[in-house]
């Protein structure tokens, strides 16, 4: 696609179900990174792929938090239990192999009552 | 070491005036500094970036002013306009194992009034 897709938009949820986001990145991408923003909280990040490398997890803040990346293109993100702090919208990222810029979906907007 | 110091939290200004956002890091391994402007609803989009051989760096209404000694860098936009309401992002980059390990600031709302 023209741009990094990332679904669902709003998922909105119990406390203590699992979630999946799922992110689309450019074609042609090698890299693919998740970042969590708050509520008027900046851009934390969560975990980064980039080609057949072991991805850096070091950002996921627990166990309950995984993402896989299948054929070096699609990624999931999985919350398990959810907890009403992971309320969140959680971006999507992708950029070449380069040191150029990252391209941002429009993130999915996760809310746990 | 890897947080990036971004102030003002938000910040109004006339239109036509000049909007400053400041950063400040602690990490000289950092060697890339983008700012990201996001709209609401949207995922953050690169503005404008800087390398810290250059002490300036301007494009069309936005400058970067980078000052290495000092670990500090900021966003100057210039003549103001309606349209330039939105979050803007400072970030560095920490080159570690050869990838974009981008670590952001905490945003600065910036509202443009007419």
């Known amino acids: 696609g023209a741009g990094v897709s990332q679904s669902p938009s709003n998922k909105v949820t119990e406390k203590g179900k699992d979630v999946e986001l799922r992110c689309d990145p450019i074609?042609?991408?090698?890299?693919l990174y998740w970042y969590r923003q708050s509520l008027g909280q900046g851009l934390e990040f969560l975990i980064y792929?980039?080609?057949?490398?072991?991805?850096?997890k070091s950002g996921l803040p627990s166990d309950r938090f995984s993402a896989e990346r299948t054929g070096g293109s699609v990624s999931t993100l999985t919350i398990q239990r959810t907890q009403q702090e992971d309320s969140a919208v959680y971006l999507c990222?992708?950029?070449?192999?380069?040191?150029?810029?990252?391209?941002f979906g429009e993130g999915s907007r996760l809310t746990v009552l | 070491q890897q947080q990036v110091k971004q102030s003002p939290q938000s910040l109004i200004v006339q239109k036509g005036g000049i909007s400053i956002i400041n950063c400040a890091y602690e990490?000289?391994?950092?060697?890339?500094f983008p700012w990201y402007q996001q709209f609401p609803g949207k995922g953050p989009a690169l503005l404008i970036a800087?390398?810290?051989?250059?002490s300036e760096k301007k494009e069309g209404r936005f400058t970067i002013s980078f000052n290495k000694s000092a670990k500090q860098f900021s966003l100057h936009i210039m003549d103001s306009q309606p349209g330039d309401s939105a979050t803007y992002f400072c970030?560095?980059?920490?080159?570690?194992?050869?990838?974009?390990?981008?670590?952001f600031g905490a945003g600065t709302r910036l509202a443009v009034h007419p």
């Open positions: 990222a992708s950029s070449s192999s380069g040191p150029g810029e990252l391209f």
């Open positions: 074609s042609g991408h090698t890299a």
């Open positions: 792929f980039q080609g057949n490398s072991a991805p850096d």
């Open positions: 990490n000289t391994a950092f060697d890339y």
């Open positions: 800087i390398r810290p051989d250059v």
């Open positions: 970030a560095a980059r920490h080159l570690s194992g050869g990838y974009n390990k981008l670590i």
